[in-house]
C-alpha cells in the first residue's frame, strides 16, 4: 500500500507538452518543409530556364601553336639572340651560324656571274663580226660573178684564152662556197643569242641562279623568328654543329590561343558549332569570365588517336564513357588584357539554347589556316644582287 500520496502511480504515460514549446516545434517543422519545396522549386525552375540549355566540364585546358625554329643550312652555332621567356618579333635573329663558307661560295658564284656576262657580251659581238664578213662574201661573190662575165665576153672575141675563163669561173665557185660558210657562220653565232637579251640568255641565267643559290645559303645563316611570340624549349648552344631540320627552339604565339575541351559523349548531342561559352581559367578564378565559341568538334575520341588505342575486342570488356575534343574559339582582345599559357585549366560552360547549327564541321565551313610572310623576300633581295652584278658587266 502506497502511503505517499500525490506520487505518480506505475505505468502512467508522461503528460505531451502543451503551450508555447508545442508551437514553436510545429513551427520549424513547417518551416523546414517551406525551405525544403522551396529549393525544389527553384531548382526545377532553374533547370527548366536555364539548366537544360548548359553543358559543363572542367576537363578543359588552354592549347595554342607551338612553332618549332629551325636552321634551312647545316652550320656550326656563333650566336643565340633570343632565350626562353623572351619576347620576339616575327623576322627578329634567334640564332646565327658560321657563314665563312657560304660567303666565299658566294663570292665565287658573283665572279662566274660576271665572267658569264662579258662572254656573252663577246658572243653578241662575234655575230656583229660575222655579220659583216657575210657583207665582205657577198660582195667577192659579185665581183667574181661580174668578172666571170667580162671575160666570157673577151674570150669570144678571141682577146683572151679559155683558160682565164676557167680561172674567172673558179674563182666564182669560191667567192660562193665563203658565202655559204659566212652564212653558216652567222647563223651559228646567232642561234646563240637569238631571241635573248644579256639578262635573259641561258648561260647568264644558268649563272644567275648559282648566284641567288649562294646568296640565300648565306642569307640563311641567320635564323629567323617564323611568328611572334614567346621563346620556349630552347636547345641550341654554342658551338653545336646543327644540320637542317633539326629543333633549336620553339616559338609559341600567344596572342592566338585556343581551349581543347573535353566532353563526354552523352554531353554532345545538343552541342554546335556557332554556340556561345563561358570560360573561367583557374589562374583568374571567378573574377575573369572569358566568352568563346564552339568552333568545331574532333573527328574522334581522345582514345581513338592515343598512341596506343584500347582493344575493346576482348572477354573481359567494361564500357568507358569517352570524351571528344571540342575546340573553342577565344576573344582575342580578352586574351590580350588577360592573358594565358599553354596547358593552363579552365571550366568550360556551353549555352546550348541556339541548336540550329551543325554539330560536325561541312564543306564550305571556315577553316583555320596559318601562314608567315618571314621567308618570302629572300629571292627578292637576291634578284637585286644579281641584277646589279649583270648592270656593272654588260
Request: glycine share 8%; aromatic share 4%; hydrophobic share 45%.
Amino acid at each position: 500500500m502506497n502511503t505517499e500520496t500525490g506520487s505518480p502511480q506505475a505505468g502512467t504515460a508522461p503528460v505531451a507538452a502543451t503551450g508555447p514549446q508545442a508551437s514553436r516545434s510545429r513551427l520549424g517543422q513547417i518551416l523546414g518543409v517551406t525551405v525544403v519545396v522551396i529549393v525544389v522549386i527553384g531548382v526545377g525552375l532553374w533547370w527548366l530556364v536555364a539548366g537544360q540549355y548548359r553543358e559543363t566540364t572542367e576537363d578543359a585546358y588552354v592549347d595554342g601553336n607551338v612553332v618549332a625554329v629551325t636552321a634551312q643550312v647545316p652550320g656550326v652555332v656563333t650566336a643565340i639572340d633570343a632565350d626562353n621567356t623572351d619576347y620576339v618579333k616575327a623576322g627578329s635573329s634567334l640564332v646565327k651560324l658560321d657563314d665563312t663558307d657560304a660567303r666565299l661560295a658566294l663570292a665565287r658564284a658573283e665572279a662566274q656571274l660576271a665572267r658569264t656576262v662579258r662572254q656573252v657580251r663577246a658572243q653578241y659581238a662575234n655575230v656583229g663580226q660575222t655579220r659583216a664578213n657575210l657583207q665582205l662574201r657577198e660582195v667577192e661573190l659579185s665581183r667574181a660573178k661580174a668578172d666571170l662575165a667580162r671575160r666570157r665576153e673577151l674570150v669570144s672575141i678571141g682577146a683572151i684564152s679559155g683558160e682565164e675563163v676557167k680561172h674567172a669561173e673558179e674563182a666564182v665557185r669560191a667567192a660562193s662556197a665563203a658565202l655559204g660558210m659566212a652564212t653558216q657562220q652567222l647563223a651559228g653565232s646567232s642561234a646563240l643569242i637569238d631571241r635573248t637579251s644579256i639578262a635573259t640568255n641561258p648561260e647568264v641565267l644558268a649563272a644567275s641562279s648559282q648566284v641567288r643559290d649562294a646568296w640565300i645559303a648565306v642569307y640563311r645563316t641567320n635564323v629567323p623568328a617564323p611568328v611572334s611570340g614567346m621563346v620556349t624549349k630552347r636547345n641550341v648552344q654554342l658551338g653545336q654543329k646543327i644540320n637542317p631540320g633539326i629543333s633549336l627552339m620553339s616559338v609559341v604565339p600567344l596572342n592566338h590561343l585556343w581551349v581543347e575541351a573535353n566532353f563526354k559523349e552523352s554531353q554532345l548531342r545538343h552541342i554546335r558549332i556557332g554556340q556561345k561559352v563561358n570560360l573561367v581559367a583557374d589562374v583568374y578564378g571567378d573574377d575573369v569570365v572569358y566568352h568563346g565559341t564552339v568552333a568545331g568538334q574532333e573527328a574522334g575520341t581522345g582514345s581513338a588517336f592515343s598512341l596506343l588505342p584500347a582493344q575493346n575486342a576482348t572477354g573481359n570488356w567494361i564500357k568507358v564513357v569517352q570524351r571528344v575534343p571540342i575546340r573553342i574559339a577565344l576573344d582575342p582582345r580578352q586574351v590580350a588584357k588577360h592573358p594565358l599559357q599553354l596547358g593552363l585549366s579552365m571550366k568550360v560552360t556551353v549555352s546550348t539554347r541556339q541548336r540550329g547549327g551543325s554539330r560536325l564541321v561541312t564543306p564550305g565551313s571556315q577553316e583555320h589556316g596559318y601562314r608567315t610572310d618571314v621567308f618570302a623576300h629572300e629571292l627578292a633581295s637576291a634578284d637585286a644582287v644579281v641584277d646589279k652584278i649583270i648592270a656593272a658587266n654588260r
